[in-house]
């Protein structure tokens, strides 16, 4: 069934179930309003009296339409005027028309289930899964215990390496360690304790006499 309502000064053809934006109405969100101002009604291509036949309309929201500009301007009196305006609108969804009462699809029914068991399943705690707890990681200690007794005891050097030489005994000054003499001192200072003794013996020989 139809039916052509008018209101606010404009016509509306509407069907149980519709929605549309009318003119502000006086009322809030989820208000049951009567629209009584019908002009025509039907049910497919047969015409219905009017008389005492009422639309039952419930608001669903109130809000305003788009912005509209209005500009105002005067050549050569240095005046312009510019302002905006938004329309109030009341939006409606038709109910009822006489006794041709809206009825929900099947699909809306099943919209409405699907979207309660999701709430309920937000609602409901999550459920924990075996083993889905997280793993704590060991963390090693500072000083870990040796894997092996070779690790714990490591082996002696060997007696076969080569045995670093002594370092050199430094000098009492802190300098670099003293060094010995050379042989060649001691074979200077042989020969000149020998060389006054061969002068001796010279002098000390007799001449033979002639």
């Known amino acids: 069934m139809f039916a052509v309502v008018r209101t606010g000064g404009k016509q509306y ?47 669903v929201a109130q809000a305003k339409g788009e912005k ?14 510019k302002k905006g305006h938004r329309q109030l609108h009341t939006i409606l969804q038709i109910v009822a028309i006489g006794d041709h ?19 309920a399943g937000a609602a409901a705690p999550a459920k924990k899964k075996a083993g889905t707890e997280p793993k704590v990681e060991e963390r090693p200690t500072e000083n870990p215990a040796p894997q092996n007794q070779a690790q714990a ?25 003293a060094k010995s003499a050379p042989a060649k001192a001691e074979g200077a200072a042989s020969t000149r304790n020998a060389a006054p003794a061969k002068g001796a013996a010279k002098k000390s020989a007799p001449k033979a006499k002639k």
């Not at 009567?34 to 309309?57: E, M, N, W």
């Not at 509209?68 to 005027?81: E, G, P, Q």
């Not at 929900?104 to 699907?114: F, I, N, Y």
Request: proline share 8%; charged share 30%.
């Open 13 to 59: 053809r509407v069907h149980p179930g519709d929605k549309i934006v009318v003119e502000k109405l006086d009322g809030q969100a989820g208000d049951r309003i009567t629209l009584s101002d019908v002009l025509i009604a039907g049910d497919g291509g047969d015409l219905k009296s009017t008389s005492g036949l009422t639309v039952a309309a419930e608001i």
């Open 68 to 81: 509209v500009t209005v500009f105002k301007k005067r050549r050569r009196h240095n005046y312009r005027r």
């Open 101 to 119: 009462k809206h009825e929900p699809s099947k699909s809306a029914a099943a919209e409405k289930k699907s979207s309660a068991k999701a709430e």
């Open 153 to 177: 005891n490591p082996p002696a050097e060997s007696s076969d390496a080569p045995a670093k030489p002594p370092a050199g005994k430094k000098s009492a000054s802190g300098g670099k360690p």
